[in-house]
């Protein structure tokens, strides 16, 4: 197929491929380069990046996935997967049955931000994305089915907070109609009635997902708040970590660097990879920072970070992410500290 040579062909071309849209993960990011042209306000003009999304599509629907039929029952397992990305928005549901080793895909969803939503801090981008698939999964299982959501963040527990939070850029009108309709299917540690149940676990889609029994009935215990840095006793600097994460641009690709530091051994600890953003890349460290302290065995982790969303987020979620991480037994208890301070020079 040759590519179009007008806005007429171009609008053609996306009406026809339209039919693939939920069969694509991030469809809306890749043709985003194709949309811009047939603007009115632009002219038609096939650019390499035209080409790339072109060519990018095309290749995608050769290789496209062929969606589960829908199904019930006590044993079937319904996962929604969200993300906020640099461009958009993205979210997929996946159904897992007795058996079976990976999920069947229900369906694929993807858009890009529209007017101030691309203002919008991380964690209300996060939120968003997790908005609007719960909107999509409930269309396609109803809404008296267990979910469960799989955000790249935890989310939940920003709306049980019971205020909007001081730092944002959505309306307030617009979190409560997050609240509502987020916290009406919630039904956080209790997995035998219908509702949201959120987790932390792999992306991209496709991995094993699901929790075992034991994961279900256990409350997640919230990781208490450290003193600051220098108000610790001097036995205790030693288990202390300060961590950090960046990303940049390289040519067309994004790569991340994380980072530990810690200042009583002045030694630092870093790790990167390509693709995510500066926000994975602060999990990153402090993913970092716990296998540090597992592997060595210590008998608690003062974890100091700037990330103000990170911050937030795992003093919900640290021992879970815990869990996940090292093994049952041995793990550091969790402190966590949010602030600007700089650990010693």
């Given at each position: 197929?040759?590519?179009?040579?007008?806005?007429?062909?171009?609008?053609?071309?996306?009406?026809?491929?339209?039919?693939?849209?939920?069969?694509?993960?991030?469809?809306?990011?890749?043709?985003?380069?194709?949309?811009?042209?047939?603007?009115?306000?632009?002219?038609?003009?096939?650019?390499?990046?035209?080409?790339?999304?072109?060519?990018?599509?095309?290749?995608e629907?050769?290789?496209?996935?062929?969606?589960?039929?829908?199904?019930?029952?006590?044993?079937?397992k319904?996962?929604l997967?969200?993300?906020?990305?640099?461009?958009?928005?993205?979210?997929?549901?996946?159904?897992?049955?007795?058996?079976?080793?990976?999920?069947?895909?229900?369906?694929?969803?993807?858009?890009?931000?529209?007017?101030?939503?691309?203002?919008?801090?991380?964690?209300?981008?996060?939120?968003?994305?997790?908005?609007?698939?719960?909107?999509?999964?409930?269309?396609?299982?109803?809404?008296?089915?267990?979910?469960?959501?799989?955000?790249?963040?935890?989310?939940?527990?920003?709306?049980?907070?019971?205020?909007?939070?001081?730092?944002?850029?959505?309306?307030?009108?617009?979190?409560?109609?997050?609240?509502?309709?987020?916290?009406?299917?919630?039904?956080?540690?209790?997995?035998?009635?219908?509702?949201?149940?959120?987790?932390?676990?792999?992306?991209?889609?496709?991995?094993?997902?699901?929790?075992?029994?034991?994961?279900?009935?256990?409350?997640?215990?919230?990781?208490?708040?450290?003193?600051?840095?220098?108000?610790?006793?001097?036995?205790?600097?030693?288990y202390?970590?300060?961590?950090?994460?960046?990303?940049?641009?390289?040519?067309?690709?994004?790569?991340?660097?994380?980072?530990?530091?810690?200042?009583?051994?002045?030694?630092?600890?870093?790790?990167?990879?390509?693709?995510?953003?500066?926000?994975?890349?602060?999990?990153?460290?402090?993913q970092?920072?716990?296998?540090?302290?597992?592997r060595?065995?210590?008998?608690?982790?003062?974890?100091?970070?700037?990330?103000?969303?990170?911050?937030?987020?795992?003093?919900?979620?640290?021992?879970?992410?815990?869990?996940a991480?090292?093994?049952?037994?041995?793990?550091?208890?969790?402190?966590?500290?949010?602030?600007?301070?700089?650990?010693?020079?």
């Amino acid at each position: 197929m040759s590519p179009p040579t007008s806005k007429k062909e171009t609008q053609a071309f996306l009406g026809a491929i339209g039919f693939w849209r939920m069969h694509i993960p991030e469809y809306s990011q890749i043709v985003s380069p194709l949309y811009l042209v047939t603007r009115k306000k632009n002219d038609f003009h096939w650019g390499p990046e035209q080409q790339q999304a072109f060519a990018q599509i095309k290749q995608e629907i050769a290789h496209a996935v062929a969606l589960g039929p829908v199904r019930t029952g006590p044993e079937v397992k319904n996962v929604l997967y969200s993300a906020a990305g640099n461009n958009g928005l993205s979210w997929s549901l996946w159904q897992k049955g007795p058996g079976e080793t990976r999920g069947r895909p229900l369906g694929f969803w993807s858009r890009s931000y529209r007017g101030s939503e691309a203002n919008y801090t991380p964690t209300e981008k996060e939120i968003l994305a997790a908005y609007e698939g719960l909107q999509a999964a409930s269309e396609v299982i109803g809404t008296e089915t267990q979910l469960l959501l799989a955000p790249r963040l935890p989310v939940l527990g920003w709306m049980f907070k019971g205020k909007v939070p001081s730092t944002h850029h959505a309306t307030d009108t617009t979190w409560s109609k997050w609240i509502a309709l987020i916290t009406q299917r919630a039904r956080i540690g209790n997995p035998n009635r219908p509702g949201i149940l959120e987790i932390i676990t792999n992306w991209p889609e496709g991995e094993t997902f699901g929790l075992s029994f034991e994961e279900e009935e256990e409350q997640v215990t919230r990781a208490e708040e450290a003193p600051p840095y220098n108000e610790l006793p001097e036995t205790e600097r030693q288990y202390a970590l300060f961590t950090d994460g960046s990303c940049r641009i390289v040519g067309a690709n994004r790569k991340w660097k994380a980072a530990v530091w810690s200042p009583t051994r002045r030694v630092a600890q870093a790790t990167e990879g390509q693709g995510g953003s500066s926000q994975i890349a602060e999990l990153k460290a402090i993913q970092l920072a716990l296998d540090i302290a597992e592997r060595e065995k210590w008998p608690r982790l003062y974890l100091y970070t700037d990330s103000w969303m990170v911050a937030n987020a795992l003093w919900g979620w640290l021992n879970r992410w815990k869990k996940a991480i090292g093994s049952a037994e041995g793990n550091p208890s969790g402190l966590l500290r949010f602030g600007k301070t700089s650990p010693p020079e």
